[in-house]
């Protein structure tokens, strides 16, 4: 019993010195302070202060959606929409509300809530890309890809020196068997961001379909050396060593490949495993190892100016 008392005075003396260290401090001081440890990646300190922000200032709508964004970064997505909804709830005209509470339902797979909450985000906001190029994301992964199209346009007018909107709609008119246009986006994306692997990878391949096997390995040889980790250029690479008849270089990108083991492309896998068995018969079956899944190099990273405002 005494040691339940004791446990739960200590309890109140943790809540009661972390409220008093910032007994003196201004409220929009300490709300500023937070945005800085947001931005710099101290989540941990930026709670606490929001947290206290959020006592002193309970109707202000910018607490719950700082902890939402930051719940949104620690992929704690289902926690995140619920300070989302609490900060649409203060201020319903609050479009980054709408536009992150979308990227949560999208990364859920509930495509229509976030396609909802992206076009309401640039309904409030229209001068905002985002919300137009995560609903060109909805819609290409969605097989939609004429429709991606009109929407990583209307991104690309308003902010026409993003490099990742080129990218994103690259890979949608490869989809579309538009192999020159979409090397032309590759391009102007890689002009814009040129250490980015991702755009020499998907030039690459645009490359591929279009028959230019010279300039796809040249791509692929450098997403590789930008980012050896990722395993499917290695595929595609071996695809073309395999076409040029270097059997012991295909062979090993086809291993390489199923090491590296990537996030998804089963079928990819399958083929791999069937070739290293087959392109060498003398040599011992292949099997997928075990390991630690990584994410696709086909989709760019997250835009340049995706901050907290």
Known sequence: MRKVSYLMILAIAIIFSCSSAYAQVDPKELLESAKDHVNSGNYYKAKE?????????????????????ILFKEANYDKA?????????????HARSYLYRGRCYFILK???????????AVDIDPKD????????????????????LIYYDKAINIKPREAELYNYKGMAERELGLY?????????SIEL???????????????LGWKKTDKALKDLNRAISLEPNNGVPYYFRAVIFEGQGKIKEAR??????????????????????????????DDEPVSTPAATPTGTPSTPQEPSDDTTP
Do not use: W
């Open 49 to 69: 202060e929001l947290k206290e922000y959020k006592i002193r200032e309970p109707k202000d709508y910018s607490a719950d959606y700082l902890l939402g964004y």
């Open 81 to 93: 929409i619920t300070y989302f909804n609490k900060s649409i709830a203060l201020k319903e005209d």
């Open 110 to 120: 509930k495509t229509d809530q976030a396609l909802k909450d992206f076009q309401k």
């Open 129 to 148: 890309y985002l919300g137009y190029m995560f609903m060109g994301e909805v819609n290409r992964q969605a097989g939609q890809y004429e429709k991606a």
């Open 180 to 188: 020159e246009k979409a090397v032309s986006d590759h391009t102007k």
């Open 193 to 207: 961001k040129d250490k980015e692997p991702s755009a020499y990878y998907n030039r690459g391949r645009a490359y």
């Open 252 to 281: 090993q990108d086809y291993k390489h490949f199923l090491q590296i083991n990537p996030l998804g492309y089963e079928k990819e896998k399958q083929i791999a495993k069937d070739k290293c068995d087959t392109l060498n018969p």
